[in-house]
């Protein structure tokens, strides 16, 4: 990764070479994240293991709320991605909201097909993503592991539809 200055004061962050746009994160998750983790907490470790100690639940809460970013950063990602490929322009800023970003905010592409590709390309880092936490979650490795897996297989599963 490379952090170069530009004219102005605020950084502008490359990653193999592309200019990543600005990301900034809407208020709404500012509710959802505490909400997210007391029904993770609460409902789901208990629900499919009630076994583990009050430290090992949030443990394994705190393990899916970061998995869950980083799960939404690879959908971002994969946009971005896509859009450097198929070499049109970035969007200078991208605000990641409660129902996702804003893509009427993206600049216009060359070419309808190329559109759809850009936008497939987060709901297949999707559904890969997906896939690869129920092969996980398959082995049976250990509990720890399969909690995390198996909610990641199916919020990813679930970001993967919501996309379609």
Not at 7 to 19: D, E, Q, T, V, W
Not at 96 to 105: H, K, P, R, T
Not at 112 to 135: F, K, Q, R
Request: aromatic fraction near 10%; hydrophobic fraction near 60%.
């Amino acid at each position: 990764m490379h952090i170069a200055r530009t004219n102005s004061a605020r950084p502008l962050i490359s990653l193999f070479h592309i200019k990543l746009p600005q990301i900034r994160l809407g208020i709404s998750w500012l509710v959802v994240i505490p909400a997210a983790a007391w029904i993770i907490a609460t409902t789901y470790v208990p629900l499919f293991s009630e076994n583990l100690s009050r430290v090992e639940t949030w443990a394994v809460t705190g393990t899916i709320l970061l998995l869950m970013g980083a799960s939404l950063l690879c959908h971002a990602a994969a946009h971005l991605l896509a859009t450097h490929q198929a070499e049109q322009p970035l969007p200078e800023r991208l605000a990641l909201l409660l129902y996702g970003d804003a893509s009427q905010l993206w600049p216009a592409t060359s070419s309808a097909w190329t559109e759809v590709v850009i936008a497939a390309a987060g709901p297949l880092a999707s559904l890969l993503l997906s896939g690869l936490a129920y092969l996980l979650w398959n082995a049976q490795i250990d509990v720890f592991l399969n909690l995390v897996t198996l909610f990641l297989a199916v919020f990813n599963l679930w970001l993967f539809l919501i996309n379609l």
